[in-house]
């Protein structure tokens, strides 16, 4: 998984760059009933397409650990594994969500103030102000929701090396590998048990 939000931060924090500077480049446009403002429209695009690109990679991140918090407490209750397991999986999943919620929450706050700043007349300042915040916000986010994501893949990795363990002592070699760790994916939220990667380790 953390490879694949590497890919997805990548991307996304260059969409945040170029609707900034080419939001910055607008604002030397002359403005107008009959005026055509290119690098405006350009901005209006691209910030739309950024906004929904953001929501959509901090929602994935919180689907993942939705999934894969599920699948640790109950390999946990099924293998009688210390409380101290799923205690660190509630953790790292609650030290992401502060991030996640506020890169989203920033993100369509500063897409509302561009909105109004063109249909309502809203100075142009706090749309721009908005998003500065924004912009610095999710970028460090998404290192920390990155070091997060790794954290959780070790983890899962560790709960399987256990189970697996467990399963070897009681039944024998052929037994072990036998639980599978949840699937990377945003919909791999189901807590079965599976092959033998982990999804963290993506």
Same mark, same amino acid.
Request: aromatic share 10%.
């Given at each position: 998984?953390?490879?694949? @939000?590497?890919?997805?931060?990548?991307? =996304?924090? #260059?969409?945040?760059?170029?609707?900034?500077?080419?939001?910055?480049?607008?604002?030397?446009?002359?403005?107008?009933?009959?005026?055509?403002?290119?690098?405006?429209?350009?901005?209006?695009?691209?910030?739309?397409?950024?906004?929904?690109?953001?929501?959509?990679?901090? #929602?994935?991140?919180?689907?993942?650990?939705?999934?894969?918090?599920?699948?640790?407490?109950?390999?946990?209750?099924?293998?009688?594994?210390?409380?101290?397991?799923?205690?660190?999986?509630?953790? =790292?999943?609650?030290?992401? @969500?502060? @991030?996640?919620?506020?890169?989203?929450? &920033?993100?369509?706050?500063?897409?509302?103030?561009?909105?109004?700043?063109?249909?309502?007349? @809203? =100075?142009?300042?706090?749309?721009?102000?908005?998003?500065?915040?924004?912009?610095?916000? =999710?970028?460090?986010?998404?290192?920390?929701?990155?070091?997060?994501?790794?954290?959780?893949?070790? &983890?899962?990795?560790?709960?399987?090396?256990?189970?697996?363990?467990?399963?070897?002592?009681?039944?024998?070699?052929?037994? #072990?590998?036998?639980?599978?760790?949840?699937?990377?994916?945003?919909?791999?939220?189901?807590?079965?048990?599976?092959?033998?990667?982990?999804?963290?380790?993506?």
């Amino acid at each position: 998984m953390h490879r694949i @939000f590497l890919g997805l931060a990548v991307t =996304n924090g #260059s969409l945040l760059l170029a609707s900034y500077v080419v939001g910055l480049i607008s604002t030397g446009e002359p403005r107008g009933p009959r005026t055509v403002a290119p690098w405006h429209l350009v901005h209006f695009l691209l910030g739309l397409l950024t906004t929904m690109s953001t929501l959509l990679v901090h #929602s994935i991140v919180y689907t993942y650990f939705l999934g894969t918090g599920k699948w640790v407490k109950e390999v946990v209750r099924a293998y009688r594994m210390p409380d101290w397991v799923e205690a660190q999986a509630k953790k =790292n999943k609650k030290k992401a @969500f502060r @991030f996640e919620f506020w890169s989203m929450a &920033l993100i369509g706050i500063a897409a509302w103030f561009g909105a109004a700043s063109d249909a309502q007349g @809203f =100075n142009p300042i706090w749309h721009l102000a908005a998003s500065s915040i924004a912009l610095a916000y =999710n970028l460090g986010a998404f290192v920390v929701e990155y070091a997060v994501i790794v954290a959780q893949a070790r &983890l899962l990795l560790e709960v399987k090396a256990r189970a697996d363990a467990q399963r070897e002592a009681l039944y024998g070699p052929s037994a #072990s590998g036998a639980t599978e760790a949840p699937s990377p994916s945003p919909e791999g939220d189901r807590a079965d048990l599976v092959p033998s990667h982990p999804a963290g380790d993506g």
